[in-house]
Structure formats: structure tokens, C-alpha cells
């Protein structure tokens, strides 16, 4: 699976969006980029994934460069709800149980401050 | 409504006492996922199982076992554990390989 930076903690204002960018300068063709999130004492959450156009969903916006080589989470309106830490993982579809594995990093620790 | 729980949420374990983590579904999911997480560190995944097929990670101590007698639920077994087990322990489902996993809240173990 393909590497990915992210920072390790950002701030946002509550109200504000929250953009979250993730760095994957190695992905292949057939990876997706998953992110998750997981709360303070809880277990990780899905929140979206793509492979090369923009989805958005209820919870948040992926926006994925053409050359796919970063992407950026958006949260439009982050509350205090959403400090947590934030997962970005590539992963290939495929069907091998090593290619469906989850590998997370170190995340972004999102700050939604008042 | 709770789809994938695990009990207990908080275990404390004598040094070397065997103890075992549940986790249960109630999506029907194929795969079943046990993950470690140690203080300030991302989860680690230990093994899995697609069915009744069990994948071991490679670096997945043999201290680890899991059992998953049906559909519904999965069991991780420390046979003796260690101070250095103490974690966060996820269980986590999907329908298949390549798709979304849902955890869990996890058990906190306590090895003492």
C-alpha cells in the first residue's frame, strides 16, 4: 500500500470548514483514498472515499487532485463534535484479503475550537 | 441501535491470565477484523477473518488467537499476556474486502 503525510494537527474555528489535505505521491492506479476518523475513546469511523473524482456526502467532501498524487478532506461546517483525529489510507480494491487491509498512519489531529 | 459490540468495554488482566475480548455484529457482515492500539499510536491490525477463513498478520504475535464460531461473533484470546499488551483493543466488520469497515468502541485492557 502507498504512504501518505499528513500533518500532525491542525485548528479550526468552529463554523468554519475544515480542510484537511493528505499527501500520496505514490498511489497506483487501482488505490482509493479512504479517510476515517476516530474520536477520543471511541473506534474509527468511516467518513468517505474516492479514487479520482470529488464525492461528497453527509459528513464531509473529498477533493482529489488530477494527478492524484494529494487529496483534501472538507469539512464545511466543523463543530466541536469533530475534534478528533483524522485518517487518511490508501487502499487497493481488489480481491486479495492484503489488498483490502486498512493501514492507518499517524493522522491529523483536528482542534475544532469555540 | 449498536451494530458492532464488544464487550467488555474495560478488562483488567493479571500478568500471564489468560483472558479473551467478544465482539459481536449485527450487520451480517463477511469479514471480521481485530485491531491493537496502543497509547498515542494509530490502530494495528492483528488478523481477520473472511467467513470461516482466518488471516494472520505476519507480525502478529503467537501469544494472539481469535475464534469466530459463526457470523455473528469473533473472540480474541491472549494467552498470556504481557505488560507491553496493554492497548485498545478494535473490532471491526465489512461486507468484503473493499468495503467500508464499521468499529466498534473498543475494549481497554489493563494488564497488571
Known amino acids: 500500500d502507498a504512504k501518505t503525510t499528513q500533518p500532525p494537527s491542525m485548528d479550526c474555528a468552529e463554523g468554519r470548514a475544515a480542510n484537511l489535505p493528505c499527501n500520496h505521491s505514490?498511489?497506483?492506479?487501482?488505490?482509493?483514498v479512504y479517510w476515517y476518523r476516530q474520536i477520543h475513546s471511541q473506534g474509527p469511523q468511516y467518513i468517505i472515499h474516492g479514487l479520482k473524482n470529488n464525492e461528497t456526502n453527509e459528513m464531509a467532501s473529498l477533493i482529489i487532485t488530477e494527478d492524484r498524487k494529494s487529496s483534501t478532506l472538507i469539512l464545511p461546517h466543523a463543530t466541536l463534535r469533530d475534534t478528533a483525529v483524522y485518517y487518511c489510507i490508501v487502499r487497493a480494491h481488489g480481491g486479495s484479503s492484503n489488498t483490502g487491509k486498512l493501514i492507518f498512519g499517524q493522522g491529523t489531529t483536528l482542534q475544532v475550537k469555540p | 441501535d449498536a451494530m458492532v459490540i464488544q464487550n467488555p468495554r474495560y478488562q483488567v488482566t493479571q500478568f500471564g491470565k489468560p483472558v479473551t475480548l467478544s465482539c459481536s455484529q449485527t450487520?451480517?457482515?463477511?469479514?471480521m477484523y481485530w485491531y491493537q492500539q496502543k497509547s498515542s499510536q494509530a490502530p494495528k491490525l492483528l488478523f481477520h477473518?473472511?467467513?470461516?477463513?482466518?488471516?494472520n498478520e505476519a507480525d502478529t504475535p503467537d501469544n494472539f488467537q481469535s475464534r469466530r464460531p459463526n457470523t455473528s461473533f469473533c473472540f480474541l484470546d491472549i494467552r498470556s499476556p504481557g505488560l507491553g499488551d496493554a492497548a485498545m483493543y478494535l473490532c471491526a466488520t465489512s461486507r468484503g474486502w473493499t468495503y467500508e469497515q464499521y468499529f466498534g468502541p473498543g475494549t481497554r485492557l489493563t494488564v497488571t
Open positions: 477473518y473472511y467467513d470461516k477463513d482466518f488471516n
Open positions: 450487520l451480517n457482515h463477511n469479514v
Open positions: 505514490t498511489i497506483s492506479g487501482n488505490e482509493y
